[in-house]
């Protein structure tokens, strides 16, 4: 069946760290991969998406995913996080153009 | 644009009362996609529609949970008689034509409803 597993489920950092945040996927054909946030007390909202070309994505807010078609994985990661990036991270795959497939989602707690 | 607009955005209800959660999706986008949100069990695919239609409702839980899409501007998500274990926060999304079930486009998410029932 398909699917997408996050694994770190909570993430705890201090300003300035460096973050990544694992994504992994079962095989499942030509995928659509996509990362989205959703700040305290809102609703989910696109950080960056990967479809075809540059496997390495440029997404908003210093962020960047990169697909490893090897090891079904598109990892999150931004070099430098603030306070501001607290928020839950989730990783959808979509399987051959068909129906989204979220992750558990990661929180990520950034102490100031 | 005003995004995916739902409501309420609180609702808090008692044990066996009916509920209808509500949505209008962005202009023009092919898709519509409620989710429900726990602590236990994440962001779970409950129905969505493509041109109003009902394509998958495999997620809906129990037949307590209804859904419709009487046209392409607005949707509801009833839940009749409601228990405690709906509490969660639910949300609608809607994205534009492009593959199966929307697959090759973003999804766009309202507030969400966040649904109490004692």
């Known amino acids: 069946a398909q699917s997408v597993s996050q694994h770190n489920h909570h993430v705890i950092l201090s300003e300035a760290a460096s973050l990544e945040l694992g994504c992994n996927y079962s095989?499942?054909?030509?995928?659509?991969l996509f990362w989205y946030v959703q700040y305290p007390g809102q609703h989910l909202q696109l950080l960056l998406k990967?479809?075809?070309?540059?496997?390495l994505v440029k997404g908003i807010k210093g962020f960047e995913a990169e697909f490893i078609k090897s090891k079904f994985s598109f990892n999150l990661r931004k070099p430098s996080v603030q306070w501001s990036d607290t928020a839950e991270y989730f990783c959808?795959?979509?399987?051959?153009?068909?129906?989204?497939?979220f992750g558990s989602g990661t929180k990520l707690n950034v102490k100031p | 644009d005003a995004g995916v607009i739902q409501s309420p955005r609180h609702e808090v209800t008692e044990m066996g009362q009916e509920v209808t959660l509500r949505c209008k999706p962005i202009?023009?986008?092919?898709?519509l996609f409620w989710y429900r949100q726990t602590m236990m069990r994440g962001l779970e695919l409950l129905i969505y529609?493509?041109?109003?239609?009902?394509?998958?409702d495999s997620g809906m839980p129990e037949d307590r949970f209804s859904a419709k899409m009487p046209n392409a501007s607005f949707s509801t998500l009833k839940i009749q008689p409601s228990e405690p274990r709906d509490s969660a926060v639910y949300f609608c999304?809607?994205?534009?034509?492009?593959?199966?079930?929307?697959?090759?486009?973003?999804?766009?998410f309202g507030p969400g409803t966040r649904l109490t029932v004692l």
């Open positions: 999304a809607s994205s534009l034509e492009g593959g199966l079930a929307g697959g090759y486009n973003e999804q766009f």
């Open positions: 959808a795959v979509t399987f051959n153009f068909n129906k989204f497939y």
């Open positions: 202009s023009g986008h092919d898709y």
């Open positions: 990967y479809f075809s070309g540059d496997p």
């Open positions: 529609f493509n041109n109003n239609v009902p394509i998958d």
């Open positions: 095989y499942g054909g030509t995928v659509n």
